[in-house]
């Protein structure tokens, strides 16, 4: 079945650090691959994606590339802020017509 | 345009009783999914609905069931509630099923505690 491997965490950081999240996956076929982002008392917003082997997703300063040959899709953003603190799962989207999500990982920054 | 709205945000229920969420869709969306998400087991898929009919459903018991409206709005009934079935439950809005190119928008979900 599919499935998705990211670092737990927790993970502390001060503002204006690098942040990388590693996520690896298992699936059927050629998966889609999601980071989404939950901020205290909300629900999941989508952060970025990536559809095909080598694509690169991005926005609001994080990325993320698919990497098909290592079954990767590792989450970096160059520079946090305090507002980037927040829950962060990675997701796959397969021929089942479901999201499978990692563990997630609680990232805090600090001022 | 209107997100995802989820009805109540809150409920405390005792245990045994039965509960009813509800989720209203963005506009035009003719998908929903039901997730549950629990410190100790994540995110996990409940079930998930296209044009009124159940197309998926996730690893649940049969007391965690739902329907679909013919405007799309979705409600998920869970009867003789556990202590276990305290959770956030998220609804995934979507054009169509997701898939490979087919984006789902959440709610901001409705947080049941069983006491």
């Known amino acids: 079945g599919n499935s998705v491997t990211q670092m737990e965490g927790p993970v502390t950081l001060s503002e204006e650090a690098f942040l990388t999240i590693n996520c690896t996956y298992t699936?059927?076929?050629?998966?889609?691959l999601f980071w989404y982002v939950q901020y205290p008392g909300e629900g999941l917003q989508l952060l970025l994606k990536a559809t095909k082997a080598d694509d690169k997703g991005s926005n609001k300063g994080f990325e993320a590339t698919y990497r098909k040959e290592t079954t990767s899709f590792h989450l970096e953003k160059g520079s946090v802020q305090v507002s980037d603190s927040a829950v962060y799962f990675c997701?796959?989207?397969?021929?089942?017509?479901?999201?499978?999500f990692g563990a997630g990982t609680t990232v805090t920054v600090r001022a | 345009k209107a997100g995802v709205t989820q009805t109540p945000r809150y409920l405390i229920k005792t245990r045994g009783q039965q509960v009813t969420l509800s989720c209203s869709p963005i506009?035009?969306?003719?998908?929903v999914s039901w997730y549950q998400q629990t410190p100790g087991q994540g995110l996990q898929f409940l079930f998930e609905?296209?044009?009124?009919?159940?197309?998926n459903k996730g690893n649940f018991p049969g007391r965690f069931s739902g329907r679909q409206f013919s405007n799309s709005r979705s409600e998920m009934n869970v009867s003789t509630l556990e202590l276990g079935d305290s959770a956030l439950y998220l609804c995934?809005?979507?054009?169509?099923?997701?898939?490979?190119?087919?984006?789902?928008?959440f709610g901001q979900g409705t947080r049941l505690t069983v006491v």
């Open positions: 997701a796959l989207c397969s021929n089942d017509y479901k999201l499978s």
């Open positions: 995934a809005s979507s054009p169509g099923r997701i898939s490979l190119n087919t984006e789902a928008f």
């Open positions: 506009s035009g969306h003719r998908s």
């Open positions: 609905y296209f044009s009124e009919t159940q197309r």
């Open positions: 699936a059927t076929g050629y998966p889609s």
